[in-house]
């Protein structure tokens, strides 16, 4: 069984920086990529970056130059620096990975998300 979970919501003012963790847990053998989605109110979820294996990232042209992702191997951890937060960026934020369970299996596993807020 696989877990992913998030952690570092919560609100901040426009032009603020917040940074959001996920940590993967349970059997798993490796981790191809992870990633970050978000689903403002009333939206569809939209992808906001993903980091390969190989540590190569792409990102949602909306964040370019303002999220940046990253990738703890050893910990099974993915992380998404926020700055120059600007309203719009309001969403749930979730946590997706792809990982290969010990029995040869690729499950695509979500977390359950954190919310960020940006007002002033």
């Known amino acids: 069984q696989v877990q992913l979970v998030e952690s570092g919501g919560g609100l901040v003012q426009p032009g603020g920086s917040l940074r959001l963790s996920c940590e993967a847990s349970g059997s798993i053998i490796s981790i191809t990529h992870m990633g970050w989605y978000r689903q403002a109110p009333g939206k569809q979820r939209e992808l906001v970056g993903v980091?390969?294996?190989?540590?190569?990232?792409n990102y949602t042209d909306s964040v370019k130059g303002r999220f940046t992702i990253s990738r703890d191997a050893a910990k099974n951890t993915v992380y998404l620096q926020m700055n120059s937060l600007k309203p719009e960026d309001t969403a749930v934020y979730y946590c997706?990975?792809?990982?290969?369970?010990?029995?040869?299996?690729?499950?695509?596993?979500w977390g359950l998300g954190t919310l960020v807020t940006v007002s002033s």
């Open positions: 997706k990975a792809m990982v290969v369970t010990a029995g040869g299996r690729y499950l695509e596993v």
């Open positions: 980091v390969s294996i190989g540590g190569s990232t």
